[in-house]
């Protein structure tokens, strides 16, 4: 499978915990991006990297959040003293080098947060 | 900022026949693209179609279209012969930098496919 996956599918935490979650994109996909989704909305970005620079990152993404790139292959997504409020879907995507104006965002199947 | 407007949180069709979904969005470039993404049911995110604001023609993959109507900034998506395998989430992105940088999603709109 050469698709982008994501590691854990599901993650159970109780409030304050720390939780790390990995992606892993598509082969010489330089470019990766971190997505949260909460039920019934449509994903919000949170960070991007081109290769292991992080470019930018969404006022979403407050200090308890850190992400990760450290080689420019896989990338990890950090929350500690994890809130009721972080439950959500968290997304993993990534594209290639850009050659034309736009390049399309593969997507991973998702890591599904539960803070209790 | 950018935005994207999905009005439609629920749509329904008979299997086999058409349906639109539509979706508009509001931006100052003149050159981007838009993309349809098919989030089904507890299945990772897809991309259904993508069309170039440069382009005249509308883009076209099998039973998927779109009408893209760049003065009023309306971008649908039409299924064709509708399938069971169609019933999903599905969402309207737009790329709210120049370069594919942190897609701007609509809030989706969730097909059902009436057998």
């Known amino acids: 499978d050469t698709g982008v996956s994501q590691d854990p599918r599901h993650k159970i935490t109780k409030r304050g915990q720390n939780v790390t979650f990995r992606c892993d994109p598509i082969?010489?996909?330089?470019?990766l991006y971190w997505y949260r989704q909460t039920l019934g909305q449509g994903p919000e970005f949170l960070t991007y990297f081109q290769n292991e620079a992080q470019l930018e990152k969404s006022r979403l993404l407050s200090d308890r959040f850190s992400a990760e790139r450290p080689k420019g292959s896989f990338s990890t997504l950090e929350i500690q003293r994890t809130e009721q409020g972080d439950s959500a879907m968290y997304l993993c995507a990534s594209s290639p080098r850009p050659t034309s104006l736009s390049e399309t965002q593969y997507f991973g199947p998702g890591t599904r947060l539960l803070v209790l | 900022a950018q935005t994207v407007t999905q009005s439609q949180p629920e749509m329904s069709v008979q299997e086999a026949e058409t349906v639109t979904l539509s979706c508009t969005y509001d931006t100052s470039e003149s050159d981007y693209y838009l993309f349809w993404y098919k989030q089904p049911p507890s299945r990772q995110m897809i991309l259904v179609i993508r069309?170039?604001?440069?382009?005249?023609q509308n883009a076209t993959e099998n039973r998927f279209s779109v009408n893209f109507q760049k003065a009023a900034k309306s971008f649908s998506l039409k299924i064709s012969d509708s399938q069971l395998g169609d019933a999903a989430m599905y969402f309207c992105?737009?790329?709210?930098?120049?370069?594919?940088?942190?897609?701007?999603f609509g809030t989706g709109t969730r097909l059902t496919i009436i057998p």
């Open positions: 082969s010489e996909h330089n470019r």
């Open positions: 069309q170039e604001a440069y382009k005249q």
């Open positions: 992105a737009y790329p709210s930098n120049f370069g594919n940088e942190k897609l701007t």
